[in-house]
């Protein structure tokens, strides 16, 4: 069992992908917290303190990119990973403000590599 595993924090509309996001980071060893849109999200990263943030691109209330200009403009959070995960191929902009792009569909085995590139394993040091 993993003492302390690296935090990801999963902001993505569709319950659907969450869920199974969710699963798959789960089971490879993360501790995952989600949030519906990018408001959510703000409040779940001061509570959680992510080691990673995954953002969706088209949500409602606050939007991917919203979400990642402001966490870019905060210094408590513009060093924070973010992973944008998105079926839009125009999205693959949106990765020069964040850290890495993953386009829907995905299986396991990428959205692994990409976190752990990231972040490393789920029991590695954090920051």
Do not use: C, W
């Amino acid at each position: 069992m993993i003492s302390n595993p690296r935090k990801i924090l999963i902001v993505e509309d569709d319950p659907t992908i969450r869920s199974m996001m969710r699963q798959m980071l789960e089971r490879a060893g993360y501790k995952i917290t989600e949030a519906e849109h990018g408001a959510v999200a703000l409040q779940r990263i001061a509570q959680a303190q992510p080691d990673l943030v995954t953002t969706n691109i088209m949500m409602p209330v606050v939007d991917g990119p919203a979400l990642i200009r402001r966490l870019r403009s905060n210094p408590d959070t513009m060093s924070l990973p973010i992973l944008v995960v998105s079926g839009l191929p125009e999205a693959a902009e949106y990765s020069r403000e964040a850290n890495g792009f993953l386009v829907k569909p995905f299986v396991q085995d990428q959205l692994l590599t990409v976190v752990s590139s990231m972040i490393g394993s789920p029991d590695s040091d954090p920051r």
